[in-house]
């Protein structure tokens, strides 16, 4: 016979299994909050700004950290409070305009002046050339001062190209070139002046108005053309100081160079008939040579054939 099925119901385990409960302390292991902090930034004056700290994971109950000084708030009267100390915000170079600016400058020591970084003094062996803040002390000290140029700036009568387009001294610089005129007499030769009307009295004609430029002011690299007054009331020009012996200084033509500086050309002199005739082209003073009796003798130096 078949077996007997046992009519006893089965028994069922349910095992359930609880969440754990949320809010439970941290266990042993468990990391702190990360926190990151940007980088120092730098202005364009040279000024570095303190770094900002930023929480990223602290919990909701954080201290703000620039409150967790024990010192109070201190009276600072007319200088400014950074932090707990009082500073002149137009003066301190730790904090030059405002609180946490520190000026950095190549090669010196910082200053601040009317609330700008400056330079205070340059480091042993720098030197500064051109004053600006961005570069500090950025020559060493025994090497030509020789200021950058920056595109955009105002020409100056230094010798320099100051504005970066390749020229110097251009585009009538006022006060910096002069004319001189070229005349000539039947009676008293060739005649150099800065006075457009002595180019024209007695029985002088002017062969060329503004013939070439002299700077009016002494520079590195320049020296002065004397005119001279020879015992016969003819006139010649040269760099002696003592017109070569020939008779007295009888006045200054302006400074000339003595190498091809911003353009400058060559002043050629020349003597014939006894004339002392100068020009700053070498076809003319070849021609004086061959044609009318002239004798090359000597580079003067460089003029200018414009202002």
Not at 36 to 45: F, L, Q
Not at 55 to 82: N, R, Y
Not at 266 to 272: N, Q, T, V
Request: net charge negative.
């Amino acid at each position: 016979m078949p077996a007997r099925r046992s009519t006893a119901p089965f028994i069922t385990l349910l095992l359930v299994t609880l969440p754990a409960c949320a809010g439970g302390e941290a266990q042993d292991g468990d990391s702190e909050p990360a926190t990151t902090s940007t980088g120092a930034a730098t202005s364009s004056t040279g000024a570095t700004q303190a770094p900002d700290t930023t929480s990223t994971g602290g919990s909701s109950g954080a201290v703000d950290p620039t409150t967790t000084s024990s010192e109070p708030p201190v009276e600072c009267g007319a200088l400014s409070t950074c932090g707990v100390q009082c500073t002149d915000l137009m003066l301190d170079p730790g904090n030059c305009g405002k609180c946490g600016v520190s000026c950095v400058i190549p090669h010196a020591t910082p200053g601040c002046a009317a609330g700008v970084c400056a330079v205070g003094s340059c480091d042993p062996g720098w030197v500064d050339c051109d004053a600006d803040v961005q570069n500090g002390c950025e020559n060493p000290e025994g090497a030509p001062c020789i200021p950058a140029c920056k595109p955009g700036s105002a020409e100056q009568c230094n010798l320099l190209d100051d504005n970066c387009d390749g020229q110097c001294d251009e585009g009538g610089v006022p006060g910096c070139r002069q004319p001189v005129h070229r005349a000539s007499s039947p009676t008293l030769g060739h005649f150099y002046t800065l006075d457009q009307a002595e180019a024209a009295s007695g029985d002088y004609k002017p062969e060329f108005l503004n013939y070439f430029y002299t700077h009016a002011a002494a520079l590195p690299g320049l020296v002065a053309l004397y005119r001279c007054l020879k015992g016969d009331g003819k006139r010649f020009y040269t760099t002696s100081a003592t017109c070569e012996g020939a008779g007295p200084v009888e006045g200054v033509l302006g400074q000339i160079a003595t190498e091809p500086l911003c353009g400058a050309v060559p002043l050629y002199r020349l003597y014939g008939n006894a004339d002392h005739f100068y020009t700053i082209s070498p076809e003319e003073r070849d021609n004086a040579v061959a044609m009318f009796g002239y004798t090359f003798e000597a580079q003067v130096g460089f003029v200018w054939p414009g202002p």
